[in-house]
């Protein structure tokens, strides 16, 4: 789990709200892009038979995957968001927590599925749509909230700040392990006030992102971008307590999968630089988790660390496996299909998060909220 300075205190988990549940696993088909429109690449191998089904053809047969849903190439923004996402925030405001993971190779649409273009309202992608759905749910509800953010990168096994204010700073942060998980004692932690403040912070940390690949010439297709909402909700109970729901939702973009290990090359010797450690213990916790094995390496790398929860622990999770409809691009469509297929085994046993409180969190992030315009308007 995922924490800077955050609040959180006494946190009790409720017994009764113990299920284990799958995690949920999606595919999404983007459109033929004018390169692949304009070359031989313009035919497919891979066909939706059904909102579950995908068929694959390759090298003479043929395999069939069902996932929970299927998005074609036809699929907007809002219909993914609303079958995929919403379950997934609505049960963070009801105090879980939530991990979202789109992974596919290099060009396949993660960042358009995470983020989409954010100056278009139709093209939103999942994260404004979520910040969105968000404060209008708990405006409408009147509910007393308190909502934080933070973004982060994860490139060569170090973790940069995406959201830092200090120009000069873009050390690696420091992790620790605490009882809780693990920490991030300088990640910035900012509270929020209204959807505009968090959407104009997040246009700036993209950009960020993309100033700092240009100077160490980093490669986008090779880190990991963790974007992360925690949400404190207050309720009276019948017995006139004041209650604090706290839900905590991950929406991470993964590095291009051609950038794993894979099943299959591990006789070819592969140069060490192109393998993503967190990539590959990704897949390597995936299969301990699905087959049995008792060590999963979780502290093998960054990205399994921070989200070790989200992977056989109590947080809701679902993958969106993004992939190209060309037939260039076969053998990493069928990678991805093989890797989501094996995550739908994955079980998860997600607890609800809640604590008794005096305090109001409408007081307690005021003073936050000036500090951030000023920010914002530096
Ligand atoms: P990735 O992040 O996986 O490397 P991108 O999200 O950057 O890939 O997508 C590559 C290109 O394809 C971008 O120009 C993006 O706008 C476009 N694209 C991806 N998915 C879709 C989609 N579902 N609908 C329309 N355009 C898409
Ligand atoms: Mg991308």
Redesign the pocket.
Known sequence: MISGATIHSQIHNKKDEKKEQNVQVFV????F?QLELSKEANTSPIFCESSRDITCHHKGTSRTYQFDHL?D?E?Q?KELFDISVRPIVDEVLNGFNGTIF?Y????????????G?MDSPE?NGIIPRTINYIFQTLEKAGSDYNIRASHLEIYKEEIFDLLTFNANENKPLNVYDSARGVKMPELEEIVVSDRQVILGILAKSCKRRQTAETMYNKQ??RSHCIFTITVHVKETTINGEDLIKIGKLNLV?LA?SENAEKSGNNDRLREAAQINQSLLTLGRVITALTSGISHVPYRDSKLTRLLQDSLGGKTKTCIIA?ISPSVINIDETINTLDYAFKAKNIKNTPQINQKMSKNSLLKEQAAEIARLKQLLNA
């Open positions: 999404r088909v983007r459109p892009s998005f190439a699929c923004q789109v596919g190779q290099t060009g396949a649409g993660k960042t358009y599925t995470m983020e273009k093209d986008s297709s973009d291009g993004t």
